[in-house]
T-cell receptor, first 112, second 113 residues
Framework: QQKVQQSPESLTVSEGAMASLNCTFS??????FRWYRQHSGKGLEVLVS????GEKEEGSFTAHLNRASLHVFLHIREPQPSDSALYLC????????????FGQGTKLSIKP | EAAVTQSPRNKVAVTGGKVTLSCNQT?????MYWYRQDTGHGLRLIHY???????EKGDIPDGYKASRPSQENFSLILELATPSQTSVYFC????????????FGAGTRLSVL
């Protein structure tokens, strides 16, 4: 059974400072990784998808995948208060019939 | 962008009552999903579907049924609602045409009293 864990549970950074979120997974054969953002009371919006080791940038969001170490990171460049939200990592592996497994999320707060 | 619409947005039900949550997508995705979101658990998959007429059990299907009468519509049915089913429910769609990116509805907040 694929396990997806996110850290930290919550994170506060100042406006304009880099925010870094971590996601670890258990299935090294996983091939499909996504970061989603959820503002309070809203649905999920996909931020960045990555399918191979290395980096993928989408606007101010950069995903960094290292399958050997079982980590996928999300870096947010120059975050604004509007980036305050719950950030969810989702991983698809060969277990669970290829379904996406979500982490429990990191609550990010951006201080003005 | 994918459009997924859920109804109702909020629902209060009584224990033992029947609840139906509806989902409609307008992007012709083959696959649709129902998740619930609870603090500390992230999103957990309840049921999913590969197309009209198909329903599959997810990771936590007990107490739930699903129905996919058409490509566009996917319902989640609680035949006998219990307080433990109080949660926020999300519907999503996606398939190979979206590189398996899931597009989510805005959610339904269900309270079972």
């Amino acid at each position: 059974q694929q396990k997806v864990q996110q850290s930290p549970e919550s994170l506060t950074v100042s406006e304009g400072a880099m925010a870094s979120l971590n996601c670890t997974f258990s299935d090294r054969s996983s091939d499909n990784f996504r970061w989603y953002r959820q503002h309070s009371g809203k649905g999920l919006e996909v931020l960045v998808s990555i399918f191979s080791d290395g980096e993928k940038e989408e606007g101010s969001f950069t995903a960094h995948l290292n399958r050997a170490s079982l980590h996928v990171f999300l870096h947010i460049r120059e975050p604004q208060p509007s980036d305050s939200a719950l950030y969810l990592c989702a991983v698809r592996g060969n277990y669970n019939q290829g379904k996406l497994i979500f982490g429990q999320g990191t609550k990010l707060s951006i201080k003005p | 962008e994918a459009a997924v619409t859920q109804s109702p947005r909020n629902k209060v039900a009584v224990t033992g009552g029947k609840v139906t949550l509806s989902c409609n997508q307008t992007n012709n995705h083959n696959n649709m999903y129902w998740y619930r979101q609870d603090t500390g658990h992230g999103l957990r998959l309840i049921h999913y579907s590969y197309g009209a007429g198909s329903t599959e059990k997810g990771d936590i299907p007990d107490g739930y049924k699903a129905s996919r009468p058409s490509q566009e519509n996917f319902s989640l049915i609680l035949e006998l609602a219990t307080p433990s089913q109080t949660s926020v429910y999300f519907c999503a769609s996606g398939d190979a045409t979206s590189q398996n990116t899931l597009y989510f509805g805005a959610g339904t907040r269900l309270s079972v009293l």
